[in-house]
């Protein structure tokens, strides 16, 4: 029910700052799909990383996320997808079909690897492209460097299977279409200081990365 009653002053308050939302500004659609994962996990992260946004860039901003099912109408005008969680990623044959039409036709997808969902993610994106396969993004990649510079590549904000940081893509033509953050944990560092008490310098990393994510996408 306390998730139901968010969910539903989420999508009110939505609307109300798309209304008054400067032509053109800037949105991140977290994608709601099927499967038993929390789809809506990290509730701050995304809040917190488009006012990061909008205090350290002259973007034009929406400062609330948007979220959409695959194929809907608010997917279809997203050209920023977000996607996370801790449990199941489930993808019927005609949403990876028209998530994979959206990603060719220029949408960018950034899926950020929270505790759990990696196996399920791997395995609804092998139906959407089963012909391409992840690519790490080496340390001199543009992503790293673009606007806040992170030789080091992606932080770690939080351990999951000892596994080092990685930044995955899937590439068509040269250009990058989705990345995927594996074993950084990039959204519980933009959450809301009290949620994980991380130190201020990881939540600041992980911030400055997902600013350099977000200016890379928009420069492809």
């Known amino acids: 029910m306390k998730i139901m009653v968010f969910s539903i002053f989420l999508f009110m308050a939505t609307l109300l700052y798309s209304e008054s939302a400067p032509p053109g500004a800037f949105s991140i659609t977290r994608i709601h799909y099927d499967g038993g994962g929390d789809w809506y996990a990290d509730p701050s992260s ?32 997203s050209s920023y997808l977000y996607i996370t969680g801790h449990g199941n990623i489930k993808f019927s044959d005609e949403e990876a079909q028209i998530l994979r039409d959206h990603l060719l036709s220029g949408a960018f997808l950034h899926a950020d690897d929270n505790y759990g ?11 959407v492209f089963p012909e391409k396969d992840w690519v790490e993004l080496p340390l001199d990649h543009p992503i790293f460097n673009i606007f806040y510079k992170l030789p080091n590549g992606l ?37 809301d200081p009290r949620v994980h008490n991380d130190p201020e310098d ?13 200016l890379y996408a928009l420069s492809r």
């Open 46 to 77: 995304l809040p917190n990383l488009l006012a990061h946004l909008k205090d350290h860039t002259n973007m034009a901003i929406n400062p609330l996320e948007k979220r959409a099912k695959i194929g809907d109408d608010i997917f279809s005008r």
């Open 117 to 127: 969902m990696d196996k399920s993610f791997r395995r609804e994106m092998k139906k």
């Open 155 to 191: 932080p770690k904000v939080h351990e999951h299977e000892k596994n080092r940081p990685q930044a995955l893509g899937l590439f068509n033509e040269g250009i990058l279409m989705a990345l995927y953050t594996f074993e950084s944990d990039l959204g519980d560092g933009w959450e």
């Open 202 to 214: 990881v939540r600041v990393s992980a911030l400055e990365m997902g600013t350099n994510i977000i």
